[in-house]
Structure formats: C-alpha cells, structure tokens
C-alpha cells in the first residue's frame, strides 16, 4: 500500500506571494490532517478534514486554509507568505477522526519564504 | 487542556547502551491515546507505538519497550542495545476523543548514538 504522498517536496517563495501544497492520503483513509513544523514551535496542528469537512482548526490566522476533494486528496493553501511561514509541512492520513487512530504522516513539505 | 512534556531535548549514547525517553502527559479526559512517533534526517514521521489510555501494559516490540504509567502520567519509551540507524528525533503525542485526529506532540529528544 502506498504512503502519504506530499508535493512539492521542497519550494521557494518571496514574502507576500501564496503558496498551494497538495496531499494524497494512503489509500482507504478519508480523514487528512495537516501540521507545520518549525525549530522553534515544534509540531502544531493546522487543520483536518473529513469527507470534505474541516472538522478542527489550530491557532493559526485566516491566511491558512485548506481544503478536501472527494477523493480525499487535501491542498492547503497560504496566503501573502511571512518569513515566519518557512516550515515543514506535514501531512498525515488515518482512517477516520477520532477513536485513537494512529495517523501516518507524508514526508512534507519543506517551505522557505525569502 | 492537553499538554506532552519531553523534558529532554538532547541525549547522545554510545552504541549497544540502553536509553529511555520520557514522556509526561496532561488531559482532563479519561479515555485517551499516547503515540510514539520517529523523525530520522528525512523528515517524515514514523508511527512507533499507540497506547489507549485503558491499556496500562508495558509493550516490547525487538528492542523497543514503552512502559505506561497512569499513576505518574508518563509513557516512557526504552530502546536497548542502540544501534546508530536509532539516532533521530523522537515525539510522544497525546489525543483525546473530543480532538478528532489532533495531535498535541511533546518538543521531542534528539537521540543520537555514536558508534
């Protein structure tokens, strides 16, 4: 069974452009969560998604959003890029929301934002 | 609220030397998950351990052992006779059955072995 897929593996912006990540979930798992990974904050959620739901949001402001296809492949997008948006996005896949799933992360994205 | 605390942020062994990882968790929830997760250089997550929060038995899987104690709020992680292909950098994560598939992760430790 394939993995998490993640694209692009690596991407370059400027300050103020926007940015699309793509997701494609192991086959069979309809609920994608996404997290960004930074030196300083550590691991923190974004958002997820079930049957092209958001069902939970972090802390993160309105220039993070995402959405869920009905294939379960989920794109999260930012907008008017910051320094401070260089990360590395992580995506990851479980069957479903809740009930303890272990979710199985892709290998990310990692943005720099010149 | 949910927290993970991983009090150690580095530690560096000598390889065939046995090292533990602690994990201490916060929830007000009475059920509740634990996970292990494995960071190696490439950057992706790899999924250890799950533990519910009802399942107090300690696990071993080859060299790795998780001992889980409710009492003292702590899901400790062992590996013994570290090889170097176990440096990387390892997280505990919590969940609770309100969060959907939200993960608190703790800082993580770094662990390197050198040969």
């Known amino acids: 069974k394939a993995g998490v897929t993640q694209t692009p593996r690596y991407l370059i912006k400027t300050r103020g452009q926007q940015v699309t990540l793509s997701c494609s979930p192991i086959s069979g798992h309809r609920s994608v969560s996404w997290y960004q990974q930074t030196p300083g904050q550590g691991l923190q959620f974004l958002f997820e998604y079930f049957s092209e739901t958001q069902r939970n949001k972090g802390n993160f402001p309105g220039r993070f959003s995402g959405r869920q296809f009905s294939n379960s492949r989920s794109e999260m997008n930012v907008s008017t890029l910051e320094l401070g948006d260089s990360a590395l996005y992580l995506c990851?896949?479980?069957?479903?929301?809740?009930?303890?799933?272990?979710?199985?992360f892709g290998p990310g994205t990692r943005l720099t934002v010149l | 609220a949910q927290k993970v605390t991983q009090a150690q942020t580095e530690i560096s062994v000598v390889e065939k030397e046995d090292v533990t990882l602690d994990c201490v968790y916060e929830t007000r929830d009475t059920t509740y998950y634990l996970f292990w997760y494995k960071q190696p250089p490439s950057g992706e997550l790899v999924f250890l351990i799950r533990?519910?929060?009802?399942?107090?038995q300690n696990e071993i899987s080859g060299r790795y052992s998780w001992n889980f104690q409710k009492s003292t709020s702590s899901f400790n992680f062992t590996i013994t006779a570290s090889q170097v292909v176990d440096s990387a950098v390892y997280f505990c994560a919590l969940s609770g059955p309100n969060t959907g598939n939200q993960f608190y992760f703790g800082t993580g430790t770094s662990l390197t072995v050198i040969p």
């Open positions: 533990r519910n929060s009802f399942d107090e």
């Open positions: 990851a896949s479980s069957p479903e929301p809740g009930q303890g799933y272990e979710q199985f």
